[in-house]
């Protein structure tokens, strides 16, 4: 399988996912060390549906300096529901900011469903996120990120900052979207949307026949959010959707982004 190349240090959460002779999918690989915990997975959806896999930080909180990286599989026809087991605290510290790095190989006809769950950022806190993803053309590929603040004012040393980069097996880079705001740019935007405390984005990359199925339950234009504001646009090329989310807090935002899981489930896996 091609993949995005892998740099650095073993990473703490490594997991195959792929469909064995009985068209059951299952894990064929994995590997967990500090901070992960990683249960037995299950399938929701029947048994010919996605395995379904709940990883949790067992620490739930990402310190100052800590690095953790994350490598994730799926081949030959499997498809894989990545749902965060919990909320994971990012705190502030000397050591800089804390960083985690998620590299995705998503193959021919497979899907990958990471439903992540928002990061909750204490007070001063930074977090810097790289997101790696090798996708074929025929496969599918939702990714859920974001963060809700702690305190009730934006704190000034407050950073943020998540870049995914979508690449061909070929290696041909087809999308890059990098996010970045910091404290000053909370507090200006506060001051127009008050209160803004959660923010959130869901890409869902798919061919052509699935984003017709998936446009069925998203829509684009103003997505209708409880206690925020989101919507949905197409990216370029057709390659998929975006829908970006600024909420009051992280309830708000944990509840949209569960009924976004819903409805991609539905087309989907049912």
Do not use: K
Not at 4 to 14: D, F, Y
Not at 54 to 80: C, F, K
Not at 154 to 177: F, K, M, T
């Amino acid at each position: 399988m091609n993949t995005i190349a892998s740099e650095g240090p073993r990473p703490q959460l490594s997991l195959d996912v792929e469909t064995d002779a009985s068209g059951r999918n299952r894990v064929v690989r994995r590997h967990v060390s500090w901070p992960w915990s990683l249960p037995r997975g299950f399938r929701l959806h029947g048994p010919r549906g996605p395995l379904t896999v709940l990883p949790q930080a067992a620490a739930a909180a990402l310190l100052s300096g800590d690095q953790w990286r994350q490598e994730i599989r799926v081949s030959r026809d499997g498809q894989l529901r990545l749902v965060e087991a919990g909320a994971t605290l990012v705190h502030a510290g000397p050591h800089g900011p804390g960083s985690l790095t998620w590299q995705l190989d998503v193959a021919d006809e497979c899907t990958l469903a990471f439903f992540a769950q928002p990061f909750v950022l204490m007070a001063g806190a930074r977090l810097q996120q790289e997101i790696q993803l090798c996708l074929s053309e025929s496969g599918t590929a939702i990714l859920f990120e974001g963060f809700c603040l702690r305190d009730t004012c934006p704190n000034p040393a407050i950073g943020w900052q998540s870049e995914l980069a979508v690449e061909r097996p070929d290696r041909r880079l087809v999308l890059r979207d990098a996010q970045l705001v910091d404290g000053a740019g909370l507090l200006r935007l506060d001051r127009l949307c008050r209160p803004a405390r959660a923010f959130g984005s869901v890409t869902v990359l798919a061919p052509a026949r699935r984003l017709e199925l998936l446009r069925q339950d998203l829509p684009g234009g103003a997505f209708g959010c409880d206690g925020g504001y989101a919507a949905i646009g197409a990216l370029r090329g057709d390659m998929g959707l975006t829908l970006r989310l600024v909420c009051a807090d992280g309830g708000a935002l944990s509840r949209i982004l569960a009924d976004v899981q819903v409805r991609i489930d539905r087309r989907l896996f049912h």
